[in-house]
């Protein structure tokens, strides 16, 4: 149980351009998701933390507008760059969190983005 | 918010042997502690976990302590093995239920 895909697995796109990326989970429902950001060799760090049917909370730095985050059932989060740059590419992960287990977070398989 | 430390970045040992990864953390209202192994382009999976009523966990070849009082947690493995080589990253959740990440080690095991 508490499966967390992510869709896709990996995207090229040209610079300026829009990326949509899908979380769902499948097999629970999500209280709360989160959006992490990972580059290169380095930690996961946190973007924004979505629950269903309210306003994203985005961590200081991030940009709300450029970061569109929609939360809209309790089994689905997407996560759109607005106006890509090469400076967002990035792998981005999501992760979910259900009202059973209210500590542990589930993570996606990632997405990788790539701007060119 | 939180801040977690994470030491060291990067450990070799021989197979084996055993790794010790040692976090410590700022929010002394952190009351879970979790460890996950990342392989390379992989998602980062949950190996234990540890909450703030419990001192010490352990599963199979793998056990966490934790030291509320120093603000201290460390992930031990014993008996080391070469698909144990992935990065490890310690996190704690604060006061605002989030996660927060340490910087990760680069454990390799090598024969």
């Known amino acids: 149980g508490a499966v967390v895909s992510q869709h896709p697995s990996w995207v090229i796109c040209k610079s300026g351009t829009s990326v949509k990326i899908e979380c769902r989970s499948l097999?629970?429902?999500?209280?709360?998701m989160f959006w992490y950001r990972q580059f290169p060799k380095q930690s996961l760090m946190l973007m924004a933390t979505s629950n269903e049917g309210s306003k994203a909370t985005y961590e200081q730095g991030v940009e709300k507008d450029k970061f569109l985050i929609n939360h809209a059932s309790l089994t689905l989060s997407t996560l759109t760059v607005t106006s890509a740059h090469p400076e967002d590419s990035s792998f981005y992960i999501c992760s979910a969190r259900g009202a059973g287990a209210p500590e542990t977070q589930y993570f996606g398989p990632g997405t990788r983005l790539l701007v060119l | 918010g939180e801040n977690v430390e994470q030491h060291p970045s990067t450990l070799s040992v021989q197979e084996g042997d055993s790794a010790v990864i040692k976090c410590t953390y700022s929010?002394?209202?952190?009351?879970?502690f979790p460890w996950y192994k990342q392989e390379l382009g992989k998602r980062p999976q949950l190996i234990i976990d540890i909450r703030s009523n419990v001192g010490e966990k352990k599963d199979q070849r793998i056990a966490v302590t934790l030291n509320k009082t120093a603000k201290h947690f460390s992930l031990h493995i014993t008996e080391t093995q070469p698909e144990d080589s992935a990065v490890y990253f310690c996190a704690a959740t604060g006061t605002a239920s989030k996660l927060t990440f340490g910087t990760g080690t680069r454990l390799q095991v090598t024969l």
């Open positions: 929010d002394s209202a952190s009351n879970y």
């Open positions: 097999d629970f429902q999500a209280t709360t």
